[in-house]
């Protein structure tokens, strides 16, 4: 069993182009079934293609003493098999309390947080299976989700790769028996307290009594759908890129889309977010007898200008200014940029929003500035421009000139909300600059 099971899981990876040779791999690992059964097949398969492996554990610290326990049971693992491990904490519930987020959301977004800035460029995977991908399809469905949502979980989403979604969580459980391995139980797995478990322990059970091979057939159907979401974003991507000039787009022509795309074309536009009623709400407007129509989104207000579609009154943006080493700016926009130069110790964290530069690789003055046509940065490796990036990051384009760019004399540094170009590797106690973008 242990060779098919990970012969599956390097198939699928494959078919994606997930584990290439000698690339670099960080395994996110909770400690619990999965995620186990993840970092042991990584680990076999890491020596046959000279994969560069580490494992990454964070502590949510919302069970106390089993979370701790969960920590210690990852480490001394992967002190066992020899990988490198590194872990990190954070405080879930507080940070759950400070922004009014759910519980799920908040821990969610701390730990992609964490586990993005210990891989150094490296990809992240996850240890998502069939039986999740079941459950989020089963999940998305009860909230009305469109192809998207029904498209399940993406095998790849940016440096995230999920090797596992083709595994059944009782092939995990057979691998580990095979093992002879142990793993962690989740206390909060067995309550029936979150939509989720209730799916997992009722729903899907049932639907696989109906229909035995229903996680399979879930599997086809979500690799399908994802396949039809692909071509109807390109599409509406490609309109977009010919016709949106100025914050606008021409009436006629979005009208005469199919409403698949002209759909998508709006919320690429206003954001990925949007709602069902706001998204009609504008498209309402290409058939208003009014030319002068409008309606008000989160954030944003689109109009009917005769033939043209406008969205935003004006993109915001501000002037450029310089950012002294000890101190701040505050931008037209209402973001503040903090800049401290320190030692550094291992408790200054890096973030979309917080950058640390080795003094000496900084090149003169520091400036803020607005995005310009044709710049770019590489961030993990790889370089884009910052019209691309913003697009992947589902930025609206009437916000992307208030997207604070930071440069110093040479090149840029850092884009807020992105990442920072070449973070090279800095030691404890090397001199540093430590820039913060907020509000």
Do not use: W
Not at 24 to 40: C, E, F, I, K, T
Not at 228 to 254: H, Q, T, W
């Amino acid at each position: 069993m242990s060779k098919s099971f990970e012969e599956k899981l390097l198939a699928f990876a494959d078919s994606f182009d997930m584990l290439p040779a000698k690339c670099r791999v960080m395994a996110a690992v909770s400690g619990g079934a999965d995620s186990v059964s993840l970092l042991l097949a990584l680990d076999s398969i890491a020596e046959k293609r000279e994969i560069a492996m580490t494992a990454a554990h964070f502590n949510h610290c919302l069970r106390g003493i089993e979370s701790d326990g969960d920590e210690m049971f990852v480490k001394d693992l992967c002190t066992r098999l020899g990988v490198p491990f590194v872990s990190g904490r954070g405080d879930v519930k507080g940070e759950a309390e400070k922004t009014g987020e759910r519980i799920e959301e908040a821990a969610r977004r701390l730990r992609y947080a964490f586990l993005r800035q210990a891989a150094h460029g490296a990809f992240i995977a996850t240890a998502h299976t069939s039986d999740d991908n079941a459950e989020t399809v089963l999940m998305n469905l009860m909230r009305g989700a469109g192809t998207k949502g029904l498209s399940g979980i993406p095998p790849v989403r940016g440096d995230i790769i999920r090797p596992m979604l083709t595994v059944t969580r009782r092939e995990v459980e057979e691998y580990l028996r095979e093992q002879g391995q142990t793993y962690r139980e989740d206390s909060t797995n067995a309550a029936d307290d979150y939509t989720r478990n209730r799916i997992r322990h009722a729903l899907v059970p049932l639907m696989t009594e109906m229909s035995p091979e229903f996680l399979t057939m879930t599997e086809r159907t979500t690799r399908l759908l994802r396949e039809d979401e692909k071509c109807l974003s390109d599409m509406a991507e490609a309109f977009i890129e010919e016709n949106y000039r100025d914050g606008s787009l021409p009436v006629k022509k979005l009208a005469e889309l199919p409403g698949a795309v002209s759909s998508r074309v709006v919320r690429h536009i206003c954001g990925g977010g949007l709602s069902l009623a706001h998204t009609r709400s504008v498209l309402a407007l290409l058939y208003s007898p009014d030319p002068s129509a409008e309606t008000s989104l989160p954030g944003l207000t689109v109009r009917r200008e005769y033939d043209k579609l406008v969205f935003g009154k004006r993109e915001e943006t501000f002037s450029p200014a310089f950012l002294p080493e000890n101190g701040e700016v505050v931008l037209e926009t209402g973001t503040r940029i903090f800049c401290e130069k320190r030692r550094f110790d291992r408790k200054i964290n890096k973030s979309f929003n917080s950058f640390i530069f080795k003094y000496d690789d900084v090149c003169g003055k520091i400036t803020v500035r607005p995005r310009k046509t044709g710049d770019s940065i590489a961030v993990n490796g790889c370089r884009k421009t910052l019209k691309k990036l913003f697009i992947e990051k589902k930025i609206p384009a009437v916000h992307r000139a208030a997207v604070p760019v930071i440069t110093d004399e040479r090149r840029i540094l850092a884009v807020a909300g992105i990442g920072q170009a070449f973070p090279g590797r800095i030691s404890e106690g090397d001199e540093v600059l430590v820039i913060t973008v907020g509000r």
